[in-house]
Protein backbone atom coordinates (compact mmCIF):
# COMPACT_ATOMS: atom_id res chain seq x y z
CA UNK A 1 0.00 0.00 0.00
CA UNK A 2 3.27 2.51 -0.52
CA UNK A 3 3.58 4.87 -2.88
CA UNK A 4 -0.13 5.54 -2.74
CA UNK A 5 -1.51 2.24 -4.78
CA UNK A 6 -4.25 1.13 -3.04
CA UNK A 7 -4.57 -2.75 -1.45
CA UNK A 8 -6.28 -5.17 -3.65
CA UNK A 9 -9.48 -7.06 -1.82
CA UNK A 10 -7.48 -10.54 -1.46
CA UNK A 11 -4.25 -8.42 -0.37
CA UNK A 12 -6.14 -6.64 2.46
CA UNK A 13 -8.19 -9.11 3.67
CA UNK A 14 -5.37 -11.70 3.64
CA UNK A 15 -3.63 -8.70 5.80
CA UNK A 16 -7.01 -8.82 8.07
CA UNK A 17 -6.69 -12.73 8.68
CA UNK A 18 -3.40 -12.23 9.81
CA UNK A 19 -3.84 -9.79 11.78
CA UNK A 20 -6.54 -11.53 13.63
CA UNK A 21 -4.53 -14.68 13.69
CA UNK A 22 -1.99 -12.60 14.98
CA UNK A 23 -4.20 -11.51 17.86
CA UNK A 24 -6.30 -14.70 18.87
CA UNK A 25 -2.11 -16.21 18.98
CA UNK A 26 -1.04 -13.34 21.01
CA UNK A 27 -3.69 -13.11 23.17
CA UNK A 28 -3.03 -17.03 24.15
CA UNK A 29 0.25 -16.52 24.91
CA UNK A 30 -0.10 -14.13 27.22
CA UNK A 31 -2.85 -15.76 28.89
CA UNK A 32 -0.65 -18.91 29.00
CA UNK A 33 2.28 -16.54 30.76
CA UNK A 34 -0.85 -14.92 33.09
CA UNK A 35 -1.58 -18.60 33.65
CA UNK A 36 1.93 -20.14 34.97
CA UNK A 37 2.05 -17.87 37.45
CA UNK A 38 0.77 -18.35 41.45
CA UNK A 39 -2.69 -16.56 41.97
CA UNK A 40 -0.98 -14.39 44.30
CA UNK A 41 2.00 -13.70 41.82
CA UNK A 42 1.34 -9.83 41.79
CA UNK A 43 0.41 -6.24 42.89
CA UNK A 44 -0.39 -5.99 38.81
CA UNK A 45 -2.82 -9.58 39.25
CA UNK A 46 -5.81 -7.42 39.20
CA UNK A 47 -4.22 -4.46 36.73
CA UNK A 48 -3.42 -7.10 33.93
CA UNK A 49 -7.01 -8.81 34.22
CA UNK A 50 -9.25 -5.19 34.30
CA UNK A 51 -7.29 -4.39 30.98
CA UNK A 52 -7.92 -7.34 29.54
CA UNK A 53 -11.57 -7.21 30.56
CA UNK A 54 -11.69 -4.11 29.04
CA UNK A 55 -10.32 -5.94 25.67
CA UNK A 56 -12.81 -7.64 25.64
CA UNK A 57 -15.70 -5.72 26.50
CA UNK A 58 -14.32 -3.64 23.86
CA UNK A 59 -14.16 -6.75 21.40
CA UNK A 60 -17.57 -7.28 22.12
CA UNK A 61 -19.05 -3.88 22.05
CA UNK A 62 -17.61 -3.95 18.22
CA UNK A 63 -18.75 -7.44 17.11
CA UNK A 64 -22.57 -6.39 18.33
CA UNK A 65 -22.27 -2.76 15.95
CA UNK A 66 -20.68 -5.46 13.12
CA UNK A 67 -23.82 -7.50 13.60
CA UNK A 68 -26.94 -4.84 13.78
CA UNK A 69 -27.42 -6.23 17.20
CA UNK A 70 -27.66 -4.10 20.92
CA UNK A 71 -24.31 -3.42 22.88
CA UNK A 72 -23.81 -6.21 25.63
CA UNK A 73 -22.13 -3.80 27.89
CA UNK A 74 -23.05 -0.28 28.45
CA UNK A 75 -19.35 0.66 29.46
CA UNK A 76 -15.91 -0.15 27.90
CA UNK A 77 -15.34 -1.43 31.86
CA UNK A 78 -16.93 -3.00 34.26
CA UNK A 79 -16.92 -2.75 38.32
CA UNK A 80 -16.42 -6.83 38.30
CA UNK A 81 -13.49 -8.34 36.78
CA UNK A 82 -13.69 -12.05 35.56
CA UNK A 83 -11.46 -14.54 37.04
CA UNK A 84 -8.25 -15.47 34.34
CA UNK A 85 -9.71 -18.74 33.15
CA UNK A 86 -13.28 -17.38 32.31
CA UNK A 87 -11.93 -14.56 30.77
CA UNK A 88 -9.37 -16.52 28.73
CA UNK A 89 -12.12 -18.80 27.65
CA UNK A 90 -14.24 -15.77 26.65
CA UNK A 91 -11.49 -14.00 25.08
CA UNK A 92 -10.31 -16.68 22.75
CA UNK A 93 -14.13 -17.67 22.07
CA UNK A 94 -14.07 -14.04 20.89
CA UNK A 95 -11.14 -14.10 18.95
CA UNK A 96 -12.22 -17.08 17.07
CA UNK A 97 -15.40 -14.89 16.00
CA UNK A 98 -13.55 -12.11 14.33
CA UNK A 99 -11.11 -14.55 12.41
CA UNK A 100 -14.41 -16.53 11.31
CA UNK A 101 -16.03 -13.14 10.42
CA UNK A 102 -13.16 -11.70 8.88
CA UNK A 103 -12.83 -14.62 6.62
CA UNK A 104 -16.25 -14.69 5.30
CA UNK A 105 -15.59 -10.53 4.86
CA UNK A 106 -15.70 -9.60 1.41
CA UNK A 107 -14.44 -5.77 0.07
CA UNK A 108 -18.13 -4.41 -0.29
CA UNK A 109 -19.07 -5.69 3.26
CA UNK A 110 -16.06 -4.26 4.15
CA UNK A 111 -16.10 -0.58 2.39
CA UNK A 112 -19.87 -0.39 3.89
CA UNK A 113 -20.71 2.40 6.88
CA UNK A 114 -21.74 1.04 10.42
CA UNK A 115 -23.85 3.53 12.37
CA UNK A 116 -23.95 2.98 16.27
CA UNK A 117 -23.69 4.69 19.41
CA UNK A 118 -20.84 5.12 21.66
CA UNK A 119 -20.93 3.83 25.24
CA UNK A 120 -20.78 7.85 26.12
CA UNK A 121 -24.20 8.25 24.03
CA UNK A 122 -22.39 10.04 21.38
CA UNK A 123 -23.41 8.32 17.59
CA UNK A 124 -20.72 7.23 15.76
CA UNK A 125 -20.20 5.94 11.94
CA UNK A 126 -17.43 3.50 11.07
CA UNK A 127 -16.77 0.85 7.83
CA UNK A 128 -16.64 -2.30 8.85
CA UNK A 129 -12.91 -2.23 7.50
CA UNK A 130 -12.07 0.44 10.10
CA UNK A 131 -13.71 -0.81 12.91
CA UNK A 132 -11.67 -4.41 12.13
CA UNK A 133 -8.45 -2.27 12.27
CA UNK A 134 -9.42 -0.49 15.52
CA UNK A 135 -9.97 -4.04 16.96
CA UNK A 136 -7.01 -5.26 16.10
CA UNK A 137 -4.85 -2.00 17.12
CA UNK A 138 -7.01 -1.57 20.64
CA UNK A 139 -5.86 -5.06 21.49
CA UNK A 140 -1.97 -4.28 20.56
CA UNK A 141 -2.10 -1.22 22.53
CA UNK A 142 -3.48 -2.62 25.73
CA UNK A 143 -1.55 -6.02 25.31
CA UNK A 144 1.45 -3.62 25.33
CA UNK A 145 0.05 -2.07 28.36
CA UNK A 146 0.03 -5.27 30.31
CA UNK A 147 3.33 -6.59 29.16
CA UNK A 148 4.61 -3.36 31.09
CA UNK A 149 2.83 -4.38 34.06
CA UNK A 150 4.78 -8.30 33.70
CA UNK A 151 7.88 -6.48 33.36
CA UNK A 152 7.53 -3.85 36.12
CA UNK A 153 7.30 -7.31 38.50
CA UNK A 154 10.03 -8.98 36.93
CA UNK A 155 7.91 -11.31 35.09
CA UNK A 156 9.18 -11.85 31.64
CA UNK A 157 5.96 -10.57 28.93
CA UNK A 158 5.50 -13.59 25.90
CA UNK A 159 7.92 -12.25 22.80
CA UNK A 160 4.27 -11.19 20.30
CA UNK A 161 5.30 -9.11 17.45
CA UNK A 162 3.96 -9.58 14.47
CA UNK A 163 6.81 -10.21 13.08
CA UNK A 164 7.47 -13.10 15.61
CA UNK A 165 4.25 -14.96 14.50
CA UNK A 166 4.49 -14.63 11.17
CA UNK A 167 7.90 -16.04 11.14
CA UNK A 168 6.61 -18.73 13.92
CA UNK A 169 3.81 -19.47 11.56
CA UNK A 170 5.76 -19.67 8.37
CA UNK A 171 8.96 -20.63 8.88
CA UNK A 172 10.03 -20.82 5.69
CA UNK A 173 10.01 -16.72 5.65
CA UNK A 174 13.70 -16.78 7.56
CA UNK A 175 15.46 -17.24 4.10
CA UNK A 176 19.03 -16.82 5.15
Known sequence: ????KVAS???LSGTLKSLFAHKSWANEELFAVLASQPPDYSRQHEACLRTLHHVYIVDRIFRAHLCGEPRPYDASDATHVPGLEWLRQHVAQTDAWYEKYV???DAKMLAELVKFQFTDGNPGCMSR???LLHI???GIYHRGGVAQLLKA????PPD???TVFLHRM????RIS
Do not use: F, V
Not at 1 to 4: E, F, N, P, V
Not at 170 to 173: A, G, L, M, S, T
Open 153 to 156: ESIA
Open 1 to 4: MSGG
Open 160 to 162: DPY
Open 136 to 138: ATH
Open 170 to 173: QPHR
Open 129 to 131: EEI
Open 9 to 11: HSQ
Open 103 to 105: DRT
